[in-house]
């Protein structure tokens, strides 16, 4: 039965108690002698005992209003001014790594609910804090007032969602949703954007990036030119840089290290055909694209072999075990370290090598056990909830070095994470690929 405003407030407040005759702008409801709700004229279109369908009763809800180039505003909805809850915007392509990383699969083939689990797993390590009936615009590369940036790349599908949490635990609720929208796609941009060959170095490949004040910054894919070609043959080039992009100021790639290396240096792998592909963005949302080719020779040798025999982790007894083998065995070095997985992130990304992470002075020498038996089980116990890396590390005798570092979380609904290289330039922070495998997500107050 729905009560239309004026009905409502002509015959609904007429039995109500004498309070509601001195606000006809307020509409009360009443439990004993207590007012449990009270909600202005204007908030409400009409009231009704038995719920229509098609009405949604959650208690909050996300609409977009307004996509631009490069910008969005979108609103949050609460049925209470005193919901606190999460928000933010999430793209297909984030979202998408993280489903074929759980689930196997591209996101959207996933059914709904698995498709809500990695947008609700994904929006605590971007998302930011509110409370009410509030409307939120973002721009890219604008401050967020946390001390971050916000990130709306042009012609790219997102997903703005909220999440109601608890006010004081910040902890996730049961009430969420999102709705989906796409960016308006870029023009060309009237940028200047120039790339310039280095050569080899002791790193890798060097190259400079310059480029015009107009600049707010830009997104670098590299890699193996024939293969690079062919996955943007595939998937198209937006893939191949939402995926696997990383973003920085000229400024971050810009001068050289203490040895005079330069910091816009790429790793190299095996010999051959390199590129570098550069998307420049202006405060407009335009785009200008440059790529650059670049021969290089590999390392001369490929290290000993690590296979790993077994694995196993128990969330009752909070253990982990690892067996793997060495081949040839007759290693100059080898080692194995556990730490937390953020840890290791932090490490690499302030310029450490994952060959000096794995044998610093926390690390267990496990050159005597390779030597005489060729294989090693690593365990460890007591365990907290969070995701760990074990780095083994091995060494042969010319000097040619190995590392792999499996991930995990002792949670029984999680996978090991065997982690691949990851090319981005040394000795600066890399802005790396999110995911939901790290367990400390921040929700930004703002």
Same mark, same amino acid.
């Given at each position: ?8 407030? =002509? ?42 369908? #098609? ?46 990383? +759980? ?9 709904? =609910?698995? +498709? ?10 971007? #998302? ?18 946390? #001390? ?26 049961? =009430? ?11 023009? $060309? ?13 002791? +790193? ?16 670098? *894919? ?11 043959? *595939? ?27 330069? @910091? ?91 060959? $000096? ?16 038996? #060729? ?6 116990? @007591? ?45 600066? +922070? ?17």
């Amino acid at each position: 039965m729905k009560f239309i405003k004026s009905i409502l407030f =002509a015959g609904v407040a007429a039995m109500s108690i004498g309070a509601m005759a001195q606000d006809n702008n307020t509409m009360y409801l009443i439990k004993g002698d207590r007012v449990v709700g009270k909600y202005a004229v204007d908030a409400v279109d009409y009231a009704t005992f038995k719920l229509p369908e #098609g009405i949604h009763d959650e208690p909050v809800w996300v609409t977009v209003d307004n996509a631009g180039k490069n910008t969005v505003t979108y609103s949050v909805g609460t049925q209470d001014e005193s919901i606190n809850y999460a928000h933010g915007i999430i793209s297909y392509y984030e979202v998408n790594y993280l489903a074929m990383d +759980q689930f196997g699969d591209y996101f959207q083939n996933l059914e709904e =609910a698995d +498709q809500i689990a990695c947008l609700q797993a994904y929006l605590p390590y971007v #998302g930011y804090a509110g409370f009410g009936n509030q409307t939120y615009t973002m721009t890219d590369w604008m401050s967020d007032g946390t #001390g971050g940036k916000f990130t709306v790349t042009p012609g790219t599908e997102y997903y703005a969602c909220a999440w109601e949490i608890d006010p004081n635990t910040f902890k996730p609720l049961e =009430a969420f949703s999102y709705a989906k929208f796409e960016t308006l796609a870029p023009g $060309e941009s009237s940028v200047t954007l120039t790339l310039e060959s280095l050569g080899a170095n002791s +790193q890798g490949l060097g190259f400079s990036i310059t480029g015009s004040d107009d600049i707010l910054y830009v997104t670098t *894919v590299y890699g193996m030119k024939e293969m690079m070609e062919s996955y943007a043959a *595939v998937f198209g080039m937006d893939f191949l840089f939402g995926t696997f992009g990383q973003s920085w100021t000229l400024s971050d790639l810009a001068g050289v290290d203490a040895n005079g290396v330069p @910091n816009a240096t790429w790793p190299v792998s095996d010999s051959g055909e390199y590129i570098l592909m550069v998307r420049a963005y202006d405060a407009e949302g335009n785009m200008k694209y440059a790529s650059i080719t670049e021969s290089a020779e590999g390392e001369k040798g490929e290290g000993p072999t690590i296979n790993i025999l077994s694995r196993s982790k128990s969330q009752t007894d909070r253990t982990v075990s690892i067996n793997f083998e060495v081949t040839p065995s007759n290693v100059s070095e080898a080692y194995v370290i556990m730490l937390p997985e953020n840890d290791v992130d932090d490490m690499l990304n302030d310029g450490w090598a994952l060959y $000096e992470i794995a044998s610093g002075s926390k690390a267990t020498d496990i050159y005597d056990d390779i030597r005489s038996m #060729g294989e090693y089980t690593f365990k460890a116990d @007591n365990l907290d909830d969070k995701w760990y890396s074990i780095i083994i590390y091995a060494r042969d005798m010319d000097g040619n070095r190995t590392c792999i570092r499996p991930s995990f979380n002792i949670y029984d609904d999680t996978e090991w994470f065997d982690y691949n290289p990851v090319h981005a330039p040394a000795h600066k +922070q890399a802005l790396m690929l999110k995911n939901s495998r790290k367990n400390n997500p921040t929700i930004r107050k703002k």
